[in-house]
């Protein structure tokens, strides 16, 4: 269904909860929560856990415990538009143990087989109806304005082929394989991966008015399916008058923007933010005048982590030269954030992205970690996302090798 006769539906649902006020006039009561009912055969727990991130809880994210009973639950949200939800399925996870040299690893299935995938919006009625097998969600949602339909089409398709690819490389982790074997297996696994794009492509090209086509995209997007020319001409097929102001489609636009707007050679685009270690506004547009680094990294991120000294090398040694290194933080909670800078004392300038201010976007920063290079004019000189690699400490000790 597309999004004027989801308007349309929408309008009627406004109406019939309509009141007055004092004066006599109608006030139009916008409803601010949705009703997801599920019934999955197989579900055997006492009670599921959803939990999503949260900037504003300390421990960084918002959980709620539904209770099951007789394999069905409810859930309910209050929202203001279209939003990704998902809900965790214990009957669904698989872990598993890979050895890598002398160390063992505990390892899991991918999240997207485990869990319950469904759009959120205002004043909606949602099913989700199936089952578990082969520790696979074999579940999909509905509503009657068809956001969740179109989610369900795609994913029904796309599912299966992950969960034999997730299959693929626990054998190839776990199995004594030869040497023709593995290979034959990532071939397979390949293969399997060319089919999922090509399934979301086609489902994106024709759903061009569709929320859960534009979220498909976003998610693929930032996930590199496509080349940034082919996102592109899929993005441009999309039906702007339906779908302009709707989150994904603008975070996409944003996206391909950031791509357009971020070369070797052009200007930065501004950050501006509040989520700094004094609370005082951070705008990268006042350290024009400098060289500035842009360290995007996290805690969680191994190789952010081990290149850190690096960076807090050259912080000090070039203390003394018009040299500011910014690190941007993504996924820390505020207290692990803070905690680790002061514990391990990185000296320089921090800010933190959060789901209200993203610092990712403008950048189209898609991998961690990332780095970027601002000349004092705020041009940027350098990207670890440029393919052309370039030695970026070299180029810094050349700077200032000069100067």
């Not at 009561?29 to 300390?58: H, M």
């Not at 496509?226 to 899929?234: M, P």
């Not at 692990?336 to 920063?365: G, Q």
Request: charged residues 25%; glycine residues 6%.
């Amino acid at each position: 269904m597309n999004i004027k006769a989801n308007l349309l539906l929408l309008t009627a649902i406004l109406m019939l909860n309509c009141k007055s006020n004092k004066s006599g006039e109608e006030v139009k009561e916008i409803p601010k929560t949705f009703t997801l009912n599920a019934s999955i055969e197989g579900l055997e727990s006492d009670y599921l856990v959803y939990y999503e991130k949260d900037d504003k809880d300390p421990s960084g994210y918002h959980r709620d415990t539904l209770g099951i009973k007789d394999q069905k639950f409810t859930f309910k949200d209050s929202i203001e538009g279209y939003k990704l939800y998902y809900i965790g399925v214990p009957e669904a996870l698989r872990s598993y143990k890979v050895k890598v040299g002398d160390k063992e690893y505990q390892a899991s299935v991918k999240a997207h087989l485990s869990r319950l995938w469904f759009i959120g919006f205002p004043g909606a009625k949602i099913s989700y109806n199936g089952k578990i097998v082969d520790y696979m969600v074999d579940a999909y949602p509905s509503d009657s304005l068809g956001i969740n339909n179109d989610l369900a089409l795609i994913n029904s398709q796309i599912f299966p082929l992950l969960n034999t690819m997730d299959s693929i490389s626990v054998a190839i982790s776990t199995s004594d394989l030869n040497e023709e074997e593995v290979k034959s297996l990532y071939e397979r696994r390949d293969k399997l991966s060319k089919e999922v794009t090509v399934l979301k492509t086609d489902f994106i090209k024709s759903h061009p008015k569709s929320i859960a086509a534009s979220y498909v995209f976003n998610d693929a997007y930032y996930r590199r399916y496509f080349t940034h020319e082919e996102a592109k001409a899929l993005f441009n097929g999309f039906d702007s008058s339906t779908l302009d102001g709707t989150p994904f489609y603008e975070e996409a636009k944003e996206r391909i923007s950031a791509v357009e707007n971020t070369g070797i050679g052009m200007s930065a685009p501004e950050l501006t933010t509040l989520n700094t270690l004094n609370g005082k506004e951070f705008k990268l547009s006042e350290l024009k005048g400098n060289y500035v680094l842009l360290d995007y990294w996290g805690t969680w991120c191994g190789p952010c982590m081990a290149e850190i000294p690096k960076i807090k090398e050259y912080s000090q040694k070039y203390a003394n030269k018009n040299f500011t290194v910014v690190g941007v933080n993504q996924g820390d909670t505020d207290k692990k954030w803070r905690d680790i800078i002061e514990k391990e004392n990185y000296d320089w300038t921090h800010i933190r992205s959060t789901n209200e201010t993203n610092l990712l976007i403008p950048f189209n920063v898609n991998s961690f970690p990332t780095k970027i290079v601002l000349d004092p004019k705020g041009k940027i000189i350098y990207s670890s996302k440029n393919p052309e690699k370039v030695d970026m400490y070299q180029m810094l000790d050349d700077i200032f090798s000069t100067k």
